[in-house]
């Protein structure tokens, strides 16, 4: 019964996500390597599960393994500059070989419908083709690249015409030239052409590590991009493996795309696990923060009262009416997170009197202990100094040793000033707590 109670809870948090990406188009990277995993089969049922969710998925692939090993078969090494392969005639027909291959295989398994297998029923249509243009990289440095290309392309309205049939959209990393020549691309260049080209709703790129800082490994759930340059700019020799897909996500949200998303593939489910919970399982990069301290508008009236109705119901906090938060909601300071209302705090100052109420403290459950009630605090603290308020109150039942802590003393219903003293419920008992601001 645990079990099933934990299903349900999570189809259900799951559910706004499910209508959110309804009909937005997801470009998914993942290199060779992935395709070579004994788990890959998995990638393609989560692939398959996101295209019946009614996702327009383009999925782009990279051979560069596949490419080695058919060098290696040639007694022929791989050459390489800067990351990127020397692609000589010989590399060029190998580079041919294994995105046919690659291709081939990627699409009998999204065609696999047997009636045991979590792909029962998909009926995917998959569709590729020339819908990348490319140029020679030339020569750099004295180094001819060869066959190596860039993007210079992408048939976006070919992509999108696809995508409106219900095709999943399947690109391999080569590209065609105007003149008929074929060049060896970087997948994750595709991929991130791809998504600005489409204005795609996110960019995912599956990778071989997860984002770790390197002093502490400990791994980093978001950045924005200019954290993420500023981190590039710090550990200038981080592994490609990781930096190569975070400067991805870089340009691509720096290019309009909201959202992108580098998530470890060898984590079973991590892709579902990433689009379809709140906090992910992978590192978040977008242009403006994933979680923002803010004043609240009236759209987040809704969310403060989600927040606050189990406090009410406990008598941790005051009812307070829909009807009475909108009334004062620009005393209201809250936490935003991913579009949930995870904290908020209310200021309601009396300039002439020079006195501030504190009120409606509150973080949901899951998100406590990590200082947020401390930086709502900080925040309402800022705001009265803003104010010019001189002195603070609280009214609390239960909270009162928290507000101790950081400065506030205990009082009386007597030292309240006469608009506070009058609002005063004896039904609840609060204690009264006060603290000086001093000015900066």
């Known amino acids: 019964m645990i079990l099933q109670n934990e299903f349900v809870n999570w189809f259900r948090a799951s559910s706004p996500y499910i209508h959110a990406h309804r009909n937005k188009t997801f470009v998914i990277s993942f290199g060779g390597e992935a395709v070579l995993a004994a788990d890959f ?13 009614g996702i327009r998925l383009v999925l782009v692939h990279g051979i ?24 000589d005639d010989l590399a060029l027909q190998c580079v041919k070989e294994a995105a046919g291959l ?17 792909m029962a029923g998909a009926k995917i249509k998959v569709a590729s083709g020339n819908f990348v243009t490319a140029k020679p990289l030339g020569v750099i440095d004295g180094v001819d690249y060869g066959h190596t290309g860039e993007v210079r392309r992408i048939d976006s309205a070919a992509i999108h015409q696809q995508l409106d049939q219900d ?21 994750e260049q595709i991929a991130t052409a791809v998504a600005i080209a489409l204005k795609a709703e996110k960019l995912v790129l599956l990778t071989e590590q997860n984002c ?26 981080l592994a490609e493996t990781a930096s190569q897909p975070l400067k991805a996500a870089i340009q691509a949200c720096q290019s309009g795309i909201a959202r992108a998303h580098l998530i470890n593939r060898s984590q079973d489910g991590a892709l579902l696990l990433e689009l379809f919970s709140r906090d992910g399982i992978g590192t978040l990069v977008s242009s403006m923060p994933f979680e923002e301290l803010r004043p609240a508008a009236l759209d987040d009236i809704g969310g403060i009262l989600e927040l606050i109705k189990p406090l009410e119901q406990q008598g941790i906090l005051a009812k307070r009416s829909r009807e009475k938060i909108e009334m004062e909601i620009a005393d209201y300071i809250v936490i935003e997170r991913d579009g949930l209302i995870i904290g908020c705090l209310a ?28 930086r709502l605090l900080d925040y309402a603290y800022r705001k009265a100094r803003q104010l010019n308020l001189k002195k603070l109150f609280v009214l609390s039942t239960q909270t009162m040793h928290w507000f101790i802590e950081r400065g506030f003393l205990s009082s009386d219903i007597n030292s309240l000033p006469e608009p506070l003293k009058a609002l005063y419920n004896p039904q609840r008992n609060s204690k009264v707590l006060c603290k000086d601001l001093e000015q900066p």
């Open 212 to 237: 770790c800082n390197p002093d502490s490994g400990e791994h980093i759930q978001q950045m924005t991009t200019a954290e993420a340059n500023a981190f590039l700019e710090e550990y200038p020799a």
């Open 347 to 374: 200021l309601h100052p009396n300039q002439q009197r020079q006195f501030g109420a504190l009120a409606c403290l509150a973080v949901h459950p899951e998100y406590q202990r990590s200082a947020r009630a401390n």
């Open 102 to 118: 690659v291709r081939v295989e990627i699409e009998a398994l999204l065609s696999l419908g047997l009636a045991n297998s979590p």
């Open 41 to 53: 089969d998995h990638h393609v049922h989560d692939f398959a599960l996101l295209n019946s969710l």
């Open 167 to 187: 095709n999943v959209v399947l690109i391999s990393p080569i590209g065609y030239s105007p003149s008929g020549e074929i060049f060896n691309l970087s997948a």
């Open 64 to 87: 560069r393994p596949q490419i080695d090993q058919r060098l290696a078969k040639l007694n022929a090494a791989p050459r390489f500059n800067n990351n990127l392969r020397i692609t």
